[in-house]
């Protein structure tokens, strides 16, 4: 069973991530997916790496933006 992540842990790492990080991610978000293929040992994260991928770009754009 998976252990739900500490909010504090959370919190406090997402206050590291810079606007540049973002950058990143939104530029990066193809090769990213690629990363999580249905071959490779990530395979089971393939949909969690999509929606964070896709989450962070709206975010960047203004789409989302709640905060934690």
Do not use: C, H
């Not at 739900?4 to 842990?9: A, G, H, I, T």
């Not at 939104?26 to 964070?52: C, H, M, Q, T, Y």
């Amino acid at each position: 069973m998976l252990k739900k992540p500490d909010e504090e842990f959370v919190k406090e790492g997402a206050k590291k991530v810079t606007p540049e990080d973002i950058q990143t991610v939104a530029e990066s978000s193809e090769d990213i997916n690629k990363k999580f293929s249905a071959r490779g040992p990530l395979k089971r994260f393939i949909e969690d790496g999509k929606v964070l991928t896709a989450l962070v770009k709206d975010w960047r754009t203004g789409k989302y933006s709640q905060a934690l």
